[in-house]
Each structure stands twice: as structure tokens, then as C-alpha cells.
């Protein structure tokens, strides 16, 4: 796996972990704003052909 791809799939795991704690906390902004960011990583790892095994979005609790 090259850096480009590990950094991108620990962006998105990141992003996730950041997404639920959000929303665990009842940070409706925050949790919009990390679930934009969560679509945007997921359409450039699309766009460059990485295979993400993540969910685009993480279920609310």
C-alpha cells in the first residue's frame, strides 16, 4: 500500500471516529460538517481507484 493510500484510509477512519463522537454528543453542526468530510474523502478515494471498505456513512447512535 503506498502513502497516499494509507493516508487517505486513515483519514477515513479518522473522520469516522470524529463523525460518531459528534454525534454521541449532540453536536448536530459537527457532525454535519465531519459527515461532508467523510463524502469527500470517499469520492476521492473513488476517483483514485482506492478500495474503501468503510461505510460513506456512519450510523447514528
Given at each position: 500500500?503506498?502513502?497516499?493510500?494509507a493516508?487517505?484510509?486513515q483519514?477515513i477512519r479518522?473522520t469516522?471516529?470524529?463523525l460518531?463522537q459528534?454525534r454521541?454528543?449532540?453536536?448536530?453542526f459537527?457532525?454535519?460538517?465531519?459527515?461532508?468530510?467523510l463524502?469527500?474523502?470517499q469520492?476521492l478515494?473513488?476517483?483514485?481507484g482506492?478500495?474503501?471498505?468503510?461505510?460513506?456513512?456512519?450510523?447514528?447512535?
Amino acid at each position: 500500500m503506498d502513502a497516499f493510500t494509507a493516508g487517505l484510509l486513515q483519514r477515513i477512519r479518522a473522520t469516522q471516529s470524529d463523525l460518531r463522537q459528534a454525534r454521541e454528543a449532540g453536536d448536530d453542526f459537527l457532525a454535519e460538517v465531519e459527515q461532508a468530510e467523510l463524502e469527500d474523502l470517499q469520492r476521492l478515494a473513488a476517483e483514485h481507484g482506492v478500495p474503501v471498505s468503510v461505510p460513506a456513512s456512519v450510523p447514528a447512535s
